[in-house]
């Protein structure tokens, strides 16, 4: 090599500078493409880690028991259907206590139902819960007590109503304390849940929690809808769930007829999609990043005919083909990589404003993403500068220099 | 010594469906340290014959040898290093690059040669002086002086140090004194050493010259010689 890299550098820096507008357009190009690549993965992430924190809210060491078997196991549609050949009972839930292993308990019965104080009605979920449930789901309480620590097969005319459902039916009165109808019975208010806490599939502002032996009594059923169990740990996890499917096993005089789903493979199949999702955004993304390469191919063909002449007088002093070749492609490099940066520099800030926006999505560009944005960036500027370069190490320098 | 020879040179071009003679069996041969200068009409082949001793432009058939060495065999690559040490060009409308300094446009070739910075730097500063252009060397080129422009494209045909120094009508861009001004920079480095060759069409600055060639029709029509 007969020319220094430095050298081609400072020689494409000078071409830069001295054709100002050409630069600023491809340089808008490319990090428009590496921007969009930066964002988008970005928010694929924050979208991912958004759903592993909700997941994690509900606590990685639950397992969800669903009446019914799906034979492949695992996590499918109709497991979350909950079809039921047997069902759970109160008496189920309170067998799965006697394990060592068994941190909590928490049998659940949802159905919806008319909810009214003093003439207004709303038609809400109400959810069967017990004392326990509060803990199981990382939930808060924001005013007065969750349901009491009580039997489970004991009815009770409490409530713990949602800040919504509570603003719907008393306004600004005080709600502690009040009584409301659900359906044809009545309960006193004894708690207000508050948005703290996050939970998947429950809005917890929407809800209206009773008893679940007094949800057993409304929806006229000894069923429950399913039964969360915490295990004591992350480790006893298989164990627990063996005993789940033992206990009931045998409650159900040797039928297997329950699915016990673990957070991990409901976790494990949302990261899948949102990985995929992200992936394929990232693709779209890097599509704009082959079409700022495709106008760096024309901006530098329009740059070879301008600077025919001076290409001419390189020749002339001297130059070979490849001296010119690495002059072309040094220029398109060193312009895709200013482009990078400054769209990896806007990607980020453009992350940075929607980390601000919405501050649950933790929208990080993964480290992959960055690199390949700038390898793709990169890439495509040496590849589509290639046919540019050849263009200019091929002309005859004779008409070359005779071009004004 | 000759420095150039050329045997048999034929240079063709294709106009259409018609074969043009551009360069119709030349043979030449100039002494390192003649001062040449090829006169005549335009078409006459002055040009072509210019383009192809600095090796812009090949030969159809023939031979030339430049410094003992036939360099008709060489590749693109070879011819590119070859013109890079051996011949310097001046050209009618200066070709230098107008972003760059006039200390850049003459660091180009010791750029392209593959030199040292330092090497460059004290290279460029004495080309630079020995034209008396040190105070212009950050001028870019739309600052200078036509006479100044060509300087500049002087100083880097020569910063090489080459054996052979082109000039493809010097003057034709410039006003008179300008015109005289380079001539007589040219005709000084020739003093020293330097073979030099001017194509023109003007026959008063032809007439300079120790040898005089005059074309016409891809022919060397008349040779005039001085004492």
């Known amino acids: 090599m007969r020319l220094f890299g430095l050298d081609v550098l400072r020689f494409a820096w000078g071409a ?4 100002p507008s050409r630069a600023l357009l491809m340089l808008l ?34 397992l969800t028991v669903i009446p019914g078997r799906s034979e492949t196991g695992g996590f499918s549609p109709s497991t979350l259907m909950g079809e039921t050949p047997r069902d759970l009972t109160l008496a189920d839930a309170q067998a799965l206590t006697r394990s060592y292993s068994v941190r909590r308990v928490a049998p659940l019965n949802v159905g919806s139902a008319e909810v009214s104080r003093k003439g207004r009605v709303r038609d809400t979920v109400i959810l069967g819960a017990t004392h326990d449930m509060l803990a199981l789901r990382r939930w808060q309480i924001m005013q007065g007590k969750f349901l009491p620590k009580i039997r489970w097969n004991r009815a009770m005319p409490v409530t713990v109503i949602g800040n919504k459902v509570r603003e719907e039916l008393f306004g600004t009165e005080p709600a502690l304390g009040q009584w409301l109808r659900i359906g044809d019975r009545r309960f006193r208010v004894i708690g207000i849940m508050g948005s703290e806490g996050r939970s998947i599939g429950v809005d917890v502002e929407e809800t209206v929690y009773i008893p679940v032996a007094s949800a057993q009594q409304l929806f006229n059923t000894s069923s429950l809808f399913r039964i969360l169990v915490e295990a004591r740990s992350r480790n006893s996890l298989p164990a627990v769930e063996k005993y789940i499917i033992k206990t009931l096993q045998t409650r159900h005089q040797g039928v297997k007829d329950v699915t016990v789903i673990t957070q991990d493979a409901v976790l494990l199949t949302f990261d899948k999609i949102i990985g995929a999702l992200t992936y394929s955004v990232g693709g779209i993304a890097a599509i704009s990043l082959m079409v700022a390469g495709i106008l760096i191919m024309n901006v530098m063909l329009v740059a070879v005919s301008q600077r025919t002449a001076e290409i001419g007088l390189l ?4 130059a070979d083909h490849r001296q010119i070749l690495s002059i072309f492609v040094g220029e398109a490099l060193l312009l895709s990589s200013l482009g990078a940066v400054a769209g990896l520099i806007i990607g980020e800030l453009g992350s940075l404003a929607l980390r601000q926006a919405f501050p649950v999505l933790p929208a ?13 960036a ?16 091929a002309l005859d320098p004779v008409t070359a220099l005779s071009r004004r | 010594m000759p420095v150039i020879q050329l045997q048999q040179i034929h240079r063709d071009f294709q106009v259409g469906d018609q074969v043009v003679h551009a360069l119709d069996d030349i043979n030449l041969q100039i002494d ?67 972003r760059l300094s006039a200390a850049a446009n003459v660091e180009l070739p010791l750029m392209l040669a593959g030199m040292s910075v330092e ?25 200078l002086s036509g006479g100044q422009r060509q300087r500049v494209a002087i100083a880097r045909a020569t910063v090489t140090e080459p054996a052979v120094l082109l000039a493809d009508e010097p003057t034709g861009n410039l006003d008179r004194k300008s015109g005289l001004d380079v001539m007589g920079i040219l005709e000084a480095l020739n003093d020293r050493g330097i073979t030099l060759i001017v194509v023109t069409h003007d026959a008063e600055l032809g007439q300079r010259a120790r040898r005089q060639l005059h074309m016409l029709d891809g022919r060397i029509h008349r040779e005039e010689q001085e004492g």
């Open chain 2, 32 to 98: 390192a340290g003649d001062y040449l200068s090829i006169m005549g009409p335009s078409g006459s082949g002055k040009s072509t014959l210019l383009n192809l001793i600095g090796l812009l432009d090949r030969a159809t058939s023939g031979h030339y040898i430049l410094n003992g060495q036939d360099v008709t065999v060489l590749s693109d690559t070879e011819q590119a290093t070859t013109r890079n040490k051996t011949i310097g060009f001046v050209f009618q409308s200066f070709h230098l690059v107008p």
């Open chain 1, 378 to 393: 990169l890439g495509t500027g040496a590849l589509f500068s290639l046919l540019p370069a050849r263009r200019a190490a």
């Open chain 1, 16 to 19: 830069l500078v001295g054709y």
């Open chain 1, 29 to 62: 190009a490319m990090s428009i493409g590496v921007a969009s690549v930066v964002m988008l993965t970005a928010l694929g992430e924050g979208a991912r880690s958004y759903v592993r924190g909700e997941f994690a809210s509900l606590g990685t060491n639950l």
């Open chain 2, 119 to 143: 090497e460059r730097r004290s290279k460029v500063a004495k080309a630079l002086e020995a034209l008396h252009l040190s105070d212009r060397a950050e001028h870019k080129p739309d600052q």
């Open chain 1, 364 to 376: 990080y560009a993964p480290l992959w993403a960055i690199a390949a944005a700038m390898g793709v």
């Open chain 1, 315 to 318: 020749k002339a002093l001297g």
